[in-house]
């Protein structure tokens, strides 16, 4: 089985979670002026990229060197956002998001992302043998990102040997769960279906 490997993940304290909430809530709309409709994804990249340019709320977030650290933002329209540390050499392993839309964009170091560019069956399969010439690759340095559609199915790394990354990250509806896959070949499993118990 060859999967990447992932760093156990912290979560940080209760009030630099909320101290990073504050900062955000300053300079964003609240959810309760949110719009009746749901975000399209180009609202969500723009979410991402203008809260990815907060250099304070960037600096707030705690980094650990043992694992990935993180906080729950306020997105727009009820979305669910998150603000993501990856020390050194950490990733995510193959998921996708389930029926959320989402984007994401660096705002420090540099992140590698391997996607698949087929929609995968939603459920009924445990192992699926992809076709060639459906991996996709992407590099997104500081201020890069993308904006993605539902079931898309990636991993996201960062493969630097000594500097953190970081980044924010926003799903519509708020993640119901995540399933993870590993992968040998081409070959992909799914190893486990998460809850947002699991996560938050």
Do not use: C
């Not at 203008?50 to 009820?78: C, F, K, M, N, Q």
Request: charged share 20%; net charge negative; proline share 9%.
């Amino acid at each position: 089985m060859s999967v990447s490997p992932v760093s156990p993940v912290s979560p940080v304290s209760p009030a630099a979670a909320a101290a990073s909430r504050a900062a955000l809530a300053s300079a964003s709309p609240s959810a309760a002026s949110a719009p009746a409709t749901a975000p399209a994804q180009a609202v969500l990249l723009d979410f991402v990229r203008r809260t990815a340019a907060d250099a304070d709320l960037i600096a707030s977030l705690p980094l650990d060197p043992e694992g990935r650290t993180w906080v729950r933002l306020d997105g727009p329209g009820g979305s669910e956002a998150w603000l993501i540390g990856w020390p050194p050499g950490t990733g995510t392993g193959w998921h996708d998001h389930a029926d959320s839309a989402g984007a994401f964009v660096t705002a420090a170091g540099e992140l590698k992302e391997h996607s698949l560019a087929v929609r995968l069956p939603a459920d009924g399969w445990k192992t699926l043998e992809l076709a060639d010439g459906v991996d996709r690759e992407r590099r997104l340095p500081a201020g890069k990102g993308r904006s993605f559609g539902h079931h898309h199915v990636h991993e996201v790394l960062n493969e630097s040997a000594e500097q953190h990354a970081i980044s924010v990250h926003a799903y519509y509806p708020p993640l119901p769960q995540m399933r993870r896959f590993s992968r040998t070949g081409s070959i992909l499993r799914l190893e486990q279906v998460e809850q947002p118990e699991d996560w938050q």
